[in-house]
């Protein structure tokens, strides 16, 4: 879009592009994720940041049986499915993947620090009033990309995401090749999975060299509260309570984390199925629309969404077009496309 005729501001709460960590890594797709990179131009730029050799998976169970070692198979650039230097699944640092979206385009369209309350529909279109008071200009559409807890969604859904009985427990370990070189070896350049109780540990390695170690389990809200202990200090006493008699391997991912990295998710999700009628000059995209549990589709299926939306935007303006069919286009699309991923998720 910054490179048509279309003008747009991005209201953003951060109050800069390197004030957060963001998290973990992603494996982005040749159909969906990749789709949006291309079009934007910026497969070069990408190519320096994705980490093709992240996409190899090992699953292991509590045991310690490895049932899977792709690492140990064909690497997965050669597997002749994606474009042979990137591969159909690369891994890239949510940080970087951010920080080049960033930069491509005009600093002035970002206005950091402006968190929106609300929005406002009026007689010739939508205001957007910010945390501060503010209000912005009239705008003649505004997209929800505000995440899980879109402050755009309540004027198209009742709808809110619901607690979906999962919890994510995030451990970081810095430094692992010189302070842990086991655990370095275990995971490998990509995802370790071990399953076993309906329970799973899933280790990954940053771009860092360093491993984050998603532990997802289920767990009623009433019990998370009654164990409402401080994970970072008790990382022991956590082991004990989630992963007991699992291998002494697998739970150091969880036993030597750093303390200060430690985070503690009640992961939501929006109904399958979830839609709403249109309404001119308001539409969602990602998560705001269609918040699923983490399975790796969340940031492929945003990229996609921007994508088919900015192309349905571009060619309505264009043709000179009514901007509502366009919309209703990406939505009736995207509507489907969610459906699926939330009910796989
Ligand atoms: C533990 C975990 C692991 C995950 N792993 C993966 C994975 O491996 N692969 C994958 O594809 N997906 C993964 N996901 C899902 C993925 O993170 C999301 O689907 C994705 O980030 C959605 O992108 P988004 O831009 O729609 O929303 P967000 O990433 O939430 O971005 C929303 C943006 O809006 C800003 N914002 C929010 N509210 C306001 C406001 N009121 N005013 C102004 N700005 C606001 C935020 O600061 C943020 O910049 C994971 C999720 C979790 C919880």
Do not use: C
């Amino acid at each position: 879009l910054p490179s048509t005729s279309i003008s747009i501001t991005v209201f953003e709460s951060e109050p800069s592009a390197s004030s957060r960590s963001q998290g973990g890594t992603l494996d982005i797709h040749t159909e969906s994720g990749q789709r949006l990179i291309k079009a934007a131009g910026l497969l070069d730029a990408f190519k320096k940041i994705a980490r093709p050799e992240g996409d190899v998976m090992k699953i292991a169970d509590k045991h310690g049986v490895l049932h899977l070692d792709e690492a140990g198979e064909e690497a997965p650039r050669l597997s002749g499915k994606g474009p042979q230097d990137l591969g159909d699944r690369p891994e890239v640092d949510r940080r970087a993947l951010r920080a080049m979206l960033i930069e491509s385009i005009p600093a002035e369209i970002i206005k950091w620090g402006s968190k929106v309350a609300k929005v406002v529909s009026g007689d010739t279109g939508y205001t957007v009033v910010l945390a501060d008071g503010k209000d912005s200009e009239v705008f003649d559409l505004v997209v929800g990309a505000d995440g899980a807890w879109s402050r755009v969604r309540p004027l198209l859904t009742a709808e809110t995401p619901f607690y979906a009985g999962v919890v994510s427990v995030e451990f970081h370990i810095h430094d692992v090749d010189s302070r842990f070189p086991d655990i370095a070896r275990r995971v490998g350049a990509g995802t370790l999975a071990v399953l076993s109780d309906s329970r799973g540990l899933f280790a990954q390695r940053q771009g860092d060299g360093s491993v984050r170690t998603y532990a997802m389990f289920r767990a009623s809200g009433e019990w998370l509260d009654e164990k409402a202990y401080d994970f970072s200090k008790d990382k022991q006493r956590f082991a004990d309570d989630l992963f007991p008699g699992w291998s002494e391997r697998d739970r150091e991912l969880v036993l030597k984390a750093n303390e200060d990295s430690v985070v503690l998710r009640r992961l939501h999700m929006l109904p399958r199925g979830h839609r709403w009628e249109h309404q001119p000059g308001l539409t969602l995209l990602g998560d705001a629309a269609h918040v699923m549990l983490p399975f790796g589709e969340g940031v492929n299926d945003a990229l996609l969404d921007a994508l088919q939306l900015g192309e349905q935007l571009i060619e309505a303006v264009k043709e000179k077009q009514d901007l509502s069919k366009a919309i209703t286009a990406y939505e009736e699309g995207m509507f489907e496309r969610a459906k699926e991923h939330v009910e796989e998720s």
